[in-house]
Structures are given as C-alpha cells and as structure tokens.
C-alpha cells in the first residue's frame, strides 16, 4: 500500500481513539468546548490530508462536519440532533477508513444526505450566532435574520427531495428520524432525544446505497488503529530519539576507549566482560540507528502522482518505475534529498522524455520511462534516476557554457563527454530552450548538487545522445556517524570523511611519485594527470612540513585534488559532533569526535579545504560572481601577510605587496640625519618602523622589505606572524595619521590592514598600495584585462587591485570587447592563447578606448616584442614580471592622468 | 547601582554571594558558583588551527568535547603555559555551560570557594580596562586583596566572526 496512505491511517486511527474517548463525554456534555476542539481539530486534519492524497469522498464529507463542528465551537447550543449527526459523522469516517485501510481505496458510495444534514445543522448555527450577535439590535437587523433563515429552508427543501421520503421542512429532527425510520421504529416512541440517542450507536453502516459491506476483519472494531497497522507503532519525539542517539554515541567512545585500555594489558580479566560490552553496544547502536531510519519510498511517495499530472500538462507518456523504495536512510538525510529528488524527476519529465511522437519516430516506445532505483552500497545509499529519454544535449550545453563563460573554448577543447555532461552542475546553466513552468528557471541541477554536497554526498551523470541519461547520487546513511580516515599532518591527528577518499599516494622527495611546483602552486603528477595539492598544514596556518608524506586523493563532485599529510592512520567509525558555535565560522572543519584513546579529533570539511585549491575553484567562483551581475564585488580571497607592531592588534598588508622579509641584525643599521638606513643588496635602504613597532637597538630585526619599481624601503615591525589567505572583507576605518586602511578579520581575529602608501614617499605611491581606492577621492582608473587563464586571472588580479586600479577582468577577446570603454586606464591583453586573434581585435579596441595597450607572455621573445609591436601594442612584459608590469601601469597612469 | 550587577549577582543576592576563586597571574578572580559544574586538570587539548585566539582548542571532558577558552587571552593578558612537576604541560580548567554548549575556562590556578555578602560587591571602578569592565559585575573588598567578579555570559559572549 502507498506509504503515505498507511502513515494517514496509522496517525488518523490515533486521533481517532482519543476521540473515541471524549465522545463519550461529548453525549453528557454537549457544549464542553474542549470536547469540540479536539474533535474539530480531528475532523480538520483528516480534511487536509484526504484532499492532499486524494480521497474526495472523506474530504466532502470533512468538510461539511468541519463547519458544524466550527459553529458550535464558536458558541452556538450544541442539540441533540447535532450531537447524533456528529456521532454518525464519526462512525461514517471510521466505516471509510476501515475499509481503505482494507482495501487501499476509498469505498465508493455518497453521503449526501448526512452533509446535506450536517450543512443545515451549520446553517441554523450560523443563524443562531448571528441572531445571538445581532440580539435586541433592531427590526432590520432580525428581517435580515429571518431572511436568512428563509433562505435555510429552501435549504432544507432541497435536502427533502434528495431524503428517503417528504417530510416537515421546519423539523430538522424529524427529517433526521424519517431516514432513520427503520431504527426509529423499533425503538419505543419516548421523546426524541431519546430516540437520536438510541439511533446514535448504531451506526448508520449498509445505508445510502453503499456497496457491498467490506470484509472486514475479526473482532469487527471499525477503528482502522486496531484493524490495521501490522505491528503497533508508538510516536516518540524526535528530540528523544536524538537525545538516545547522543548517548549511545558515548556509550561507544567509551566502550573504544576501554578496548583501547584492554588492548594495551595482557590478560585481563576484563577481556571477556569487555568483548560482551562491545557485542552488546554494538547491537544498541544499530538499533537506535533503526529508529532514525526511514525507507526512502517515503521521500518518493509525491512523485507518482507530480508525473502523472506533469505527463497531463506536457502531453507526453511516462511510465515512473521505483525500485528499492524500502532502502533504509536516516530520515535527517531524507528530509533532505527530497527536494532535489523531486526536481531531477521533473528534469526528467520535461527536458529528457521526447512526446511521443518524436519516441515512436526514433523507434522508441511511445511510453517514456523514468526509472529511480535506490540500494545499499558500502555503506552509503545510492540512488539512481534514470530515464529513456534523448540524452543531454551536449553540444548545446558546451555551447551555453562558453556563452556563459563557465569555461573558454580550449578548456573545452580538453573536456571528455562526460565532463561537458557535468557542466549541467555548474551554478546558472540551464539548458532548457524555454523556461517552462516546470523546471528550467535557471536553478537547476546545481542545487541539486549543491544539496548533495551539504550532506556529504557525490553526484556523478552519465548520458548517451538518444538513449537517455542516468544522474547517479552516493549519499552516506547517515550524518551522526561516519567512516574517517584518521591521518596525521604537523603532529595533530584530524579526520577525512571516507565517502571523499578516492585513494592514497605515497609522496617521497626524488621518487616517482613527488610533489611539484608550478609556480608556487603545488602538483602532483598522477597518471599522466595533474592533481592540484593542498598542503594540509598550510591550509591549518602551522609552517609547512616536509614534502614526504601521503597524498589522499580526494573528490567532490568533479573536483579532484589532494591533501597532503604527513602520515596516515586507519579507518574508523567515528561519531560526529558538532564544533562549537564559537568554532562553527572556520570552513576548514565539518565538526569533531573523540577517537578511540580519547583524543579529541576535528573531522576536515573537504568543501571547505577545497577552496584552498587554486583555479579550479576560483572558476567557479567567478562563475558565480559574474551572475551578481557586478564584477566589482568579487569576493577574492587574498594572501595577507600578518604582522605585529606596536599595539596588541596584528596588522596586515597584502602580500602581493611585499617583496621580500628579512631578519637583520640591529647593529646593520646606520643612523644619521634623523634617519635610519640600511645597506641591503648593494643599496642604502631607509629604514621606517610601522605603527607603534620599536626598531631593535641589539638582536635580529624582522623587516618587510618593499619594492616600487625604483624606490626600495624596509620596514620595521615587531614580529612577523604568518601568512593567510582571506576573503578580504575591509571595514574602512582610516586612522587618524592616515596608516590603516581599516580593519578586517583574518585568521579569525580583529586585524588592522595597514596602508603601505603612507611609508612610501609620496610620489612613488601610485602603484605602492590599494589604499588609494578608499583614500582618493576620484574613482581610480580602470584597467582591463583579458587573461584566458583562470589560474592565471586570479594571480594577476590582486596585484592589479592593488595597485589601486578598478579592475575588469575577462577570459576572452569577445569579452574584452564588450567591456573595454572609454574610462579604461589600461588594457592588458594575454599573447598567449591566441595571439592572431587578439591582435585582430586591437584595432577594435583602439576605436573604443585611448587607453594604453599592454601585452602580457609567458615568454617575451622579440619576435613576438615585434609582432606586437606592429600591431599597436604599446608595450610587452613578463607575465611574471610583476614589478615590470606594476611600473608601467605607474608609468602610464601619471601620464594619463597629465593628459587629462 | 544594582543595574550594574548580572543576573547572577541579583539571584543569589539574597543570602550570599558564593564564588569559584580563580588566579590569573597576581589577580583574583571570582566565578558565580552556580555556574561552575566542574574544576579539573587536563593533559590534552586539541588545537583548532585558525580558530579565535581566545580558543585554547577543544577538551575531551569524560566523552564530552568542550571548548576551551584562555581567561588571560580574554582579558586581553598574554597566555602563559603551565608544567606540571614531570614538566609535562597542564591545563588548569573551570567546566561552565553557557546556552547548551559547554566551555573550560583555563586559568593559571584554581583557589578556594569564598561565600561573600552582597553588600560587600562594589560596582567596578570606573577607569578599569573597558574590556574588564564588560565581563566584571563588580569588585569584593577583602582584606588583603581586591576580588573581581565576573560575568560568565559576558565572559563567553565574545564577537565571532560571521560563518563563512
């Protein structure tokens, strides 16, 4: 039977009962408001469910008793007739839920006359709270209300010709017994009341023309509570369930810690009890992780119904098969794939399956076929949604995803089938020709994935053009505990969640398999494949250790990349708690455990280590950020070096700045002339101290040595304190003398961002410091810059940034001629990717823009200097050349500026 | 100036002020019994790279994990570390609960439990460090030494950078 239909039982069949109880209450106190709340209240909930799973017959008749039942709560004089009606309107919703419950459908017959009934009961109700309300109020006011009540025997006059027989229109009672004459007449005729009390208890079952009486089951009780569910069910409160999932939790760190213990001593006693614990806390554990779980066809159990009405609205056939739906998920992880579940099937439904006269044209069945399958897969549930439809597109995806930009065509040019068939999970892209009501709003698969990512889970797609696509998801059952992969990196133990591990590569310094830099960014070559590295020590801000360690291969999604640790430990089951609300804003960590010896461990976040992962990020970063619509506010992050000086808030300066740090001995210093200088490389350097640093009169001196094209200063701060990368996210707070820029949180911790412009002499400051974006009051010159390179992009932009300019930057000619305009300052054109056609496009650029032309190269050969040259380029540089590069910016921005 | 003191104060006002006396260099420090619902010593404590610096790292306190918090680097003082007589280094640690998580406060040494009458808390005087002045509900007398009180809220109630 549908899952839903049997939790609708299951819960109404409880109400049901308690009602039962204050029903007998309800004949002696007809008028107990609280009696009427839980009845209505009742009646209520079965009238909201029978129209959400379709039960019409329930819901009409709900319905009518709920504005009954509604009057008299709002203080019309409960009668004898309406506690009868009432009473059969209990017993009638019974007799249909029994027999739902044994057949899985609502019987067929009408209740007409019982809510013909019960609508007059609520029309005299309502008269009686209107006249009530209305009471002494005057002539109209009661003609009004007679009017009314006029109006309710034409009521009642229609209700006559659909009764068994004529009767006094005026007389509700007597229409009441006339239906019942067969219980009426064999009662002793008393009064009245007495009669409808007589006739109440036996309830009005085999009347109105219903269909053979069901077989229903012994014992002959017509609550479905007890007729039906196969074993009896208790409601416990979630937050019990959790509370007894918290302590079983420890109830297994303890148990690991005593084996641990147990483990280090021979022969013990305790051996034996110990292996008993262990048994046994196992099998609790298992058992109170049953209670959390949930077949998954709970999760589906909308999606037959959402297909058939989709296959009405799109005119197409579908078929939807459900396969595994008692596949057992913890029901927090269930509450969450439903939405993303629900929407792949409507991707499906829409964009896949073809109408069916395209299908029977390929020679396909007219039928579509959607097809969702779940099943237990070491230790994880996958769930597959497969269809028969035409494939994805992929050569309007590509198409989409280079006008989007999401990657450029020589990426694209390197892309497998299967990886274009991915892009579908890129933020924005949807592929839907139009938008329809159904799916394709431009939120698509990507939350989706995004969904999946939340609970540590992988998507992956599969397609073939013409024979249909299969998205397959791994979710882990459950988020409580987790299999981790314990491994070591600077002397703390942390944890990798397992369902991310792909596999583990030994890296040793001169052997095959060994760390490799390009420029500065760490690689691993791995079959014929470069793997992005993040250093995990890095990542945790602890000095780097050696090169030598494992690589733990590590996927999200299609991100692969790797972390290097120093040494790898065991898989374990661990449990996972959450960090603390003081901890829960660092990215790095998904929450901790305690191990086996009593450690605590904190379990790393992959998502969140991913992002120390350079272009591949980054791309989707500016994805995203492109979408905001203004590329302005691109949330970069930036390498900030972090030093003291002077007061106890640690200062910073973007490393992009600096040129060098040096630790010099304090008798080097030369002083003269209320000057200090230093003799560095050949030069004399002055020597300046930051903020409320003291300059060392014995011992090392830490300085940050920055260069400005020509001019080279030290500067002099107390302690140099590490190296971070942030999302730069500036208070702008000028100090008083001009020195800080404002302050920001890196590293967690309030940090002053210090102005270099300030030390530097004046005229040299141009290209010195980002400050001047917030310290001059006109708007800087823009620069733009066409770098194909995602990788590349994103290095170059902090320095271009820095160097104080507005910053446009894109990765392709098209691009560059969209946004190139006249307040440019600077237009930096990449020579590599594909020199003729940028060089074709300079004398477009010309005409828009007389900003000055640079070229940027990864190698400067003169043939190309000459090239260039003929073309109009201005200049070309290095694209490593940074000083170079920052100079001739400098250079040609005075130069712009005296023209102007 | 009874609006200076915290809830804490106000409800045990009645009869006594009772306190967890702590050390934090030559200062001493009085913690509202009521809050305090464990002292101990550890050996461990886990380090959170990039964490807060107030955050010494997290404890594991009879299975449960609590977060450690320096009561010097609170109050704006350098962290000191403490060995115990094998050298080993040692975490003096007060357990609080503050809203359902649960914090250790480490601090230099753990004195005695002192009962104070409520006339005796004076408001804190007006030129001490604003950082103090946010986490203190007033200063006691004693004989020898001056006693200030905190405000345990207060105290775990530091500014957290917004989730990333």
Redesign the interface.
């Known amino acids: 039977m549908d899952e839903l239909l049997q939790e609708f039982l299951t819960e109404t069949g409880e109400n049901l009962e308690t009602v039962d109880r204050e029903l007998v209450r309800f004949e002696r106190e007809p008028n107990n408001r609280d009696i009427l709340h839980s009845i209505f209240r009742l009646v209520h909930t079965i009238k909201g469910t029978c129209g959400f799973i379709g039960l019409p017959r329930l819901e009409a008749l709900t319905h009518a008793a709920e504005s009954v039942i509604g009057r008299f709560r709002d203080g019309a004089n409960v009668n004898a007739i309406a506690v009868t009606a009432i009473l059969e309107t209990m017993d009638r919703i019974k007799d249909i839920l029994s027999e739902l419950a044994d057949k899985g459908e609502e019987p067929v017959g009408s209740d007409e006359v019982l809510i013909g009934e019960l609508r007059t009961l609520a029309e005299l109700a309502r008269t009686e709270l209107s006249k009530a309300e209305l009471g002494g109020i005057g002539p109209a006011a009661l003609d009004a209300a007679q009017a009314e009540s006029d109006a309710i025997e034409a009521g009642f006059a229609d209700l006559e010709m659909t009764s068994v027989e004529p009767i006094s229109t005026a007389d509700a009672l007597a229409a009441y017994l006339a239906r019942h004459k067969a219980a009426v007449a064999a009662a002793d005729d008393d009064d009245g009341l007495d009669l409808c009390f007589r006739a109440a208890p036996e309830p009005a079952r085999g009347r109105d023309g219903r269909i053979e009486a069901p077989s229903r089951p012994e014992g002959a009780s017509p609550a479905p509570s007890e007729a039906k569910p196969a074993s009896p069910t208790l409601r416990v409160s979630v937050d019990t369930l959790e509370h007894l999932m918290t302590m079983v939790s ?1 109830l297994v ?2 148990r690991n810690q005593l084996l641990d213990i147990a483990r280090r001593q021979t022969e013990t006693e305790l051996k034996t009890p110990l292996q008993r614990l262990s048994l046994i806390t196992a099998e609790l554990q298992e058992g109170v992780m049953k209670t959390r779980m949930q077949p998954i066809g709970n999760a589906w159990s909308k999606l037959p119904r959402i297909v058939r009405d989709l296959s009405g609205e799109l005119g197409k056939r579908i078929d939807l098969v459900l396969d595994g739906g008692e596949t057992e998920l913890d029901r927090q992880l269930l509450d969450l794939i439903k939405d993303p579940l629900v929407h792949m099937i409507r991707n499906c439904a829409d964009h896949a399956i073809e109408l069916p006269a395209d299908r029977l044209a390929r020679g396909k069945p007219a039928h579509g076929t959607i097809r969702l399958a779940a099943y237990h897969e070491g230790g994880a549930v996958t769930i597959q949604v497969s269809d028969d439809g035409r494939g994805l597109d992929l050569t309007r995806i590509a198409a989409k995803a280079l006008a989007q930009g999401v990657i450029n065509e020589a990426e694209l040019d390197r892309l497998s089938h299967t990886q274009i068939a991915r892009l579908i999970f890129h933020p924005g892209l949807s592929t839907a020709d139009s938008l329809t009501a159904i799916s394709g709003r431009g939120v698509g698969m990507d939350v989706v994935k995004s969904n999946v990512d939340a609970v540590g889970g992988v998507i992956d797609i599969a397609t073939s053009s013409g024979e249909g696509t299969t998205i397959t998801v791994k979710i882990p059952l459950t988020l409580a505990i987790v299999s981790a992969l314990i491994v070591v990196s600077a002397g ?1 133990r942390f944890a990798i969640p397992q369902i991310v591990v792909r596999e583990l590569v030994r890296v040793t310094a001169g052997s095959d398999h060994r760390m490799e830099t390009i420029n500065g960014a760490q690689v691993l070559r791995l079959r014929g494949s470069l793997l992005p590295i993040v250093v995990l020590s890095d ?4 000095s780097p250790g050696s090169e030598d360690g494992f690589i733990v291969v590590t996927q999200i999604g299609e991100q692969r990349f790797g972390i290097l640790v120093d040494g790898v430990f065991h898989t374990e089951e661990i449990v996972v ?1 959450p960090m ?10 998904s929450g ?1 455990t ?1 191990l086996g010896d ?5 379990i790393i976040d992959p998502n969140g280590l991913a992002r120390f992962v350079g272009a591949a990020v980054t791309r989707q970063g500016a994805v995203e950020d492109r979408h905001d619509g203004d590329p302005e506010v691109v949330r970069e992050r930036d390498t900030l070096l972090v030093f003291r000086a002077g007061a ?1 808030t640690p200062k910073a300066v973007p490393l992009s700045l600096v040129t060098r740090l040096e630790e010099v001995e304090a008798k080097d210093f030369q002083h003269g002339s209320g000057r200090t200088m230093l003799h560095y490389r050949g030069r004399l350097v002055p020597v300046q101290t930051i903020g409320g640093a003291v300059l060392r009169s014995a011992g090392l001196q830490p300085l940050i040595i920055v260069t400005n094209g020509t001019m080279t200063l030290a500067l002099a701060v107390d302690d140099i304190v590490d190296i971070v990368e942030e ?1 730069l996210d500036l208070e702008v707070m000028a100090s008083d003398d001009g020195s800080v820029i404002g302050s920001a ?1 890196i ?3 309030a940090t002053d961002v210090v102005d270099l412009a300030t030390y530097l002499p004046a005229h040299l400051s141009a290209c010195g410091s980002g400050s001047r974006m917030v310290t001059d009051t006109v708007a800087r010159q823009g620069i733009l810059l066409l770098e194909p390179s995602d990788f590349l992009r994103e290095m170059l932009s902090p320095v271009l940034k820095a160097s104080g300019h507005r910053l446009a930057a894109v990765a392709s000619v098209a691009e560059a001629r969209e946004a190139v305009d006249e307040s440019m300052a600077a237009i930096l054109l990449d020579l590599d990717r594909d020199l003729q056609g940028t060089l074709a496009s300079i004398a477009a650029i010309r005409e828009r823009s007389p900003a000055v032309i640079l070229g940027l190269t990864t190698m400067p050969t003169p043939e190309l200097q000459r090239v260039a040259a003929e073309a109009g380029i201005d200049l070309v540089i290095g694209k490593f050349d940074r000083r170079t590069l920052l100079a001739a910016l400098a250079e040609h921005d005075s130069g712009w500026r005296r023209a102007a | 100036m009874s609006d200076l003191l915290s809830p804490d104060a106000i409800d045990a006002g009645i009869e006594s002020l009772d306190y967890v006396t702590v050390m934090i260099g030559e200062q001493m420090l009085g913690l509202p019994i009521r809050r305090v619902h464990d002292v101990f010593i550890t050996h461990a404590i886990t380090l959170v790279p990039t964490a807060p610096a107030e955050i010494v790292g997290l404890i594991n306190l009879r299975g449960r994990v609590v977060t450690a918090i320096c009561l010097r680097r609170r109050l704006g003082r350098p962290a000191e570390q403490r060995r115990d007589r094998q050298g080993n280094v040692e975490w003096v640690a007060i357990g609080i609960d503050h809203g359902r998580e649960s914090y250790a406060l480490i601090v230099d040494a753990v004195d005695e439990v002192m009962r104070l009458p409520p006339t005796t808390l004076e408001p804190a005087p007006a030129h001490l460090d604003p950082l103090w002045a946010t986490v203190a509900t007033g200063v006691h007398r004693l004989h020898d030494r001056l006693l200030v009180a905190l405000d345990v809220d207060a105290l775990l109630d530091f500014a957290m950078p917004a989730a990333a």
């Open positions: 420890e760190l303890t703390q990542a945790m801000g602890v708690k603390s609300s003081k901890l829960r804003h660092i990215p790095l960590f901790n305690i009593g450690a605590v461990v904190l106890a999302v949180m590293g967690g911790r």
